[in-house]
């Protein structure tokens, strides 16, 4: 007998306070009908051209106070006096600025999160392997840290937790760091039965969450339970013990816009962040990968927006989900708040349901059958409830609408815009947003964990399509792209594509024409062991050993380089690295230093020259087939078991908050009786 909804309101309020402190998954929806701010003063739009780019404000004060007053010291700590190097940088006038440095980290699910986790430990100098082999220090010198899909899940889940060593970040610290979790899969935690109880309990919160959102009016699809999913391991608040209950928000309610309030950023000590999305024109119902003039975007906790010469426009971050038209809204409380959700932010970028949502076959191509199960039984119940508009892209409102002077915007007379995977145009790279000449970048570090060739290898293609819509539609808007080899096979044949390689080391003109590019490509380890890092996109979870072992193998193969003809490593590659860093700043003095030996040797080794072509047979000895070391690791369901179930879900007031969830659903309409929990 279903009673009414008076009975159990005594129930949510009695819980009510028990969730309080750590928030609810409640917390995910927006708020709307807020009040603006007046736009004739405090603009919620900032419009440019490609001649006139600025920075927004704040970024620009960011970066620039970190880069006098934080990183100088670090090149010291990293670099010394230079001397290793050749270089004698004690002699250098202090009116010559150290380089600009950005980091994109790719995409590719679990296996990008992982691998840009294993670079960025193997740059920075707190971990003291890293800073051993001269290689950690670099993450400390660096302004901006670009990310897409997978990558941006690690970036995320950098700035959620206040930017702590990878170590502590992956697997926990014992403390307020429980780690990612990735043993559980991401769409079956339980189990690939998605109709088991800790599952369902577990669907009902993530529908709770989007069921919040849908409520305030604006339209949700795929990606909002996706975004949930994430947060529950790349955001904070959850842990092993209280995954399947209601305790916490998991998540749920951490800004984007919030970031510059962590103590790193207060203190200047990180990196200037990016998540990069692409969009899919309105109406268009593409399923297909896109055409380079589409729009890409970015999000910062800023602003949102795009550099593309068609548009250039940057939303104010904290606004995010109000809908404009020529930059003006409905009225003076016609804002939304609080959509910039980290998780949906992260969900947004990693959208890929437009390419694999096979709808004739009611199933996600890639994805396990458990995964594609549980994620489409979701959206089926999201669809039978809440209004969408688009279920398989993320849906933003356009605050670009009808904006005055773009007449050329794709999606000018669209209130809506359709999100995607930031590597939807096959840029799996986001060194796009670190090649705008506002930001006037040195050096752009590429980290590839892209799945282009059999076994889950990249083969350069992001960096030649980056390279392509660069010189095709943004000469205006961005620096020109460093010459590389023109076609897949090149880097193939040229082994670029499996080990470290330094791109744009001879430029023509000062100061240089193009920034300096260091490429780390997923690749086999170089001294012969078994490959583990060359995962499949769509593998949801792994075992703490392949995590593990997957950190271990990277981090062994950035510190180490590579020796022509052999399987050794180098040990000068952490002192390589760092010429590659340093050289811009030989053109920032007048007259300009002349490149030392030692960095002349290394850049004989490690740099693209077209004149004198390398080639993969210089790599021997390497595996290339995926060897899983842990084929009978434990499944996240006896982990769970082993711990006893009644404790995990009675979990401090997890049933009792999972049925004042059920009686919110009830509360809004009988016919949420179909939820299965």
Not at 330 to 339: E, G, I, P, Q
């Amino acid at each position: 007998m279903l009673l009414p909804c008076r009975f159990y309101l005594p129930a949510l309020a009695l819980t009510g306070l028990a969730y309080a402190i750590n928030g609810s998954v409640t917390d995910y929806a927006p708020l709307v009908n807020q009040p603006c701010p007046n736009v004739t003063t405090t603009p919620l739009l900032r419009v440019f051209t490609p001649k006139n780019q600025t920075l927004h404000p704040r970024e620009a004060d960011y970066v620039n106070t970190r880069l006098t007053t934080v990183i100088p010291n670090e090149w010291k700590n990293w670099l010394g006096d230079g001397s290793a190097i050749g270089y004698n940088l004690t002699a250098v006038n202090n009116n010559v600025s150290f380089p600009k440095i950005g980091i994109a980290l790719s995409g590719g699910g679990y296996r990008a999160a992982l691998y840009g986790a294993g670079v960025l430990s193997a740059l920075d100098a707190r971990n003291q392997s890293s800073k051993a082999a001269g290689t950690g220090g670099l993450l400390q010198v660096v302004s901006y840290l670009s990310a897409l899909s997978g990558g941006s899940w690690l970036t995320g889940s950098l700035y959620a937790n206040d930017f702590p060593i990878i170590k502590d970040l992956v697997h926990g610290n014992g403390g307020n760091l429980t780690g990612w979790l990735l043993d559980l899969p991401l769409a079956t935690p339980d189990g690939d039965n998605v109709f088991s109880k800790l599952n369902q309990h577990w669907y009902g919160s993530i529908l709770w969450s989007v069921v919040a959102k849908g409520a305030t009016g604006i339209d949700t699809s795929l990606t909002d339970p996706w975004s949930r999913m994430i947060s529950y391991h790349f955001l904070n608040q959850t842990t092993r013990n209280n995954f399947f209950t209601n305790d916490s928000a998991h998540g749920a309610g951490q800004l984007w816009s919030d970031v510059p309030q962590i103590p790193s950023w207060q203190q200047h000590l990180v990196p200037f962040p990016i998540i990069q999305a692409d969009s899919r024109p309105v109406d268009s119902n593409l399923t297909t990968l896109l055409s380079p003039s589409s729009v890409v975007y970015e999000m910062t906790p800023m602003e949102w927006g795009s550099w593309d010469p068609q548009l250039s426009a940057m939303m104010n971050m904290s606004y995010a989900g109000t809908n404009l038209n020529n930059g003006q809204p409905d009225n003076d409380t016609a804002c939304v708040t609080r959509f910039d959700d980290t998780g949906y932010v992260m969900g947004t970028s990693a959208s890929l349901f437009n390419q694999v949502l096979d709808r004739v076959h009611n199933v996600i191509v890639g994805f396990d059958g458990g995964s594609s199960k549980s994620i489409l039984l979701l959206l089926s119940r999201q669809l039978a409830k809440l209004r969408t508009r688009a279920d398989d892209v993320a849906n933003w409102p356009n605050p670009f609408y009808n904006l005055a002077g773009k007449a050329n915007f794709q999606d000018l007379n669209s209130k809506w815009l359709e999100l995607i995977d930031g590597s939807s145009n096959h840029e799996n790279i986001p060194i796009g947003q670190l090649f705008v000449k506002a930001r006037e970048m040195d050096v752009v570090v590429a980290v590839d964990a892209s799945s282009n060739i059999t076994n889950h290898w990249p083969n350069g293609t992001s960096l030649i399509r980056s390279a392509a819509r660069i010189t095709s539609l943004l000469q205006s808007s961005h620096q020109p792209f460093p010459p590389i080899p023109g076609s897949q096979e090149d880097f193939i044949s040229t082994g670029l594509n499996m080990r470290p390689t330094f791109f744009g080391c001879f430029p023509t003109q000062n100061p240089p024409e193009y920034p300096m590019l260091i490429y780390i490509p997923n690749s086999p380890p170089l001294n012969g062991d078994n490959p583990v890092s060359n995962t499949p996109t769509f593998q949801l979870d792994y075992t703490p050993k392949l995590t593990q072992l997957f950190l271990d193998r990277v981090h062994a193969n950035v510190v180490g380089g590579f020796v022509p003809n052999t399987t050794s490593p180098d040990p000068n590659f952490g002192k390589c690295l760092q010429c590659a860093a340093i050289d811009r700043m030989r053109y920032h003095a007048n007259p300009p230093l002349a490149r030392s030996d030692f960095c002349t040797q290394c850049f004989n080794q490690y740099c693209f020259d077209p004149d004198n072509l390398t080639s993969s047979s210089e790599l021997p000895g390497r595996k290339y087939v995926f060897v899983d070391p842990d084929p009978h690791g434990l499944s996240a369901l006896s982990h769970f078991l082993s711990q006893g179930e009644v404790g995990i879900i009675l979990g401090f007031i997890g049933v009792a908050l999972v049925i004042a969830a059920i009686c919110a659903f009830l509360c809004v309409s009988p016919d949420f009786l179909k939820f299965e929990f």
